[in-house]
């Protein structure tokens, strides 16, 4: 079945404790990406990767990083995260930039 | 600033009724539009899609009309179904340099009353 597989699907933390959020998609997908999912302001951009090694910025990258050594993983990560990073993530793939995204079931993350 | 927004955060129709879904935008260079359902605890799914050069696009139950002119996009359904409660996210995606910029609304919360 074609999916995009985000883990955890909730997470509980205190400001400062680093944690990553994991996201895979079997489809070869060459483009993922990030959305973060806030009340009032829909769905923002964090990151996004075109392909293998190469990762930009989306609309709100403060605080995040990502990785994209694999075609199919493309990891979240928060190095010291806040509480204004409490919210619910979801990462996406789509076979290029532009065209019809496949999203995950979603990451309620609280930071404390 | 948005460039693309929902200005109803919720929407409420009778089971039957036609349900129609706005979302406007800024950027005269948007050329390709899509509309997204999401519920409760599940991941956005792609509903249907339109390209500037066409102002309908027609799915089964879902057509989305584009207004360029007025910068006006909308979705209708009919007839509306209790299954089709959701959140509704309207995007708009642009060419930037060799890749695709996608901008998404705020979003529309659909009940269907039974």
């Known amino acids: 079945e074609a999916q995009v597989t985000q883990n955890p699907r909730y997470l509980i933390t205190v400001t400062g404790k680093k944690l990553t959020v994991t996201c895979s998609q079997n489809?070869?997908?060459?483009?993922m990406s990030w959305y973060r999912q806030d009340p009032g302001l829909g769905l923002r951009q964090i990151y996004y990767?075109?392909?293998?090694?190469?990762?930009d910025k989306g609309d709100v990258p403060e605080g995040y990083k990502v990785s994209r050594k694999e075609k199919r993983n493309f990891p979240l990560i928060l190095e010291s995260p806040s509480p204004n990073q409490t919210s619910l993530y979801f990462c996406?793939?789509?076979?290029?930039?532009?065209?019809?995204?496949?999203f995950g079931s979603g990451t309620q993350l609280s930071v404390l | 600033d948005q460039q693309v927004k929902q200005n109803s955060p919720s929407l409420s129709v009778q089971e039957g009724r036609i349900s129609i879904l706005n979302c406007d935008y800024t950027?005269?260079?948007?050329?390709?539009f899509l509309w997204y359902k999401k519920y409760p605890a599940e991941g956005p799914t792609f509903l249907i899609s339109?390209?500037?050069?066409?102002d309908k696009n027609e799915d089964g139950r879902f057509t989305v009309f584009l207004n360029k002119s007025a910068k006006h996009l909308s979705l209708h359904i009919v007839p509306s179904q209790p299954g089709d409660s959701a959140v509704y996210f309207c995007?708009?995606?642009?060419?930037?340099?060799?890749?695709?910029?996608?901008?998404f609304g705020s979003g529309t919360q659909l009940t269907v009353l039974p």
């Open positions: 950027n005269s260079m948007f050329d390709y």
């Open positions: 990767s075109m392909n293998v090694e190469v990762t």
């Open positions: 489809m070869n997908h060459e483009y």
């Open positions: 339109i390209s500037s050069i066409k």
């Open positions: 996406a793939s789509s076979r290029r930039e532009g065209e019809k995204l496949f």
């Open positions: 995007a708009a995606s642009v060419a930037s340099g060799s890749a695709r910029q996608l901008t």
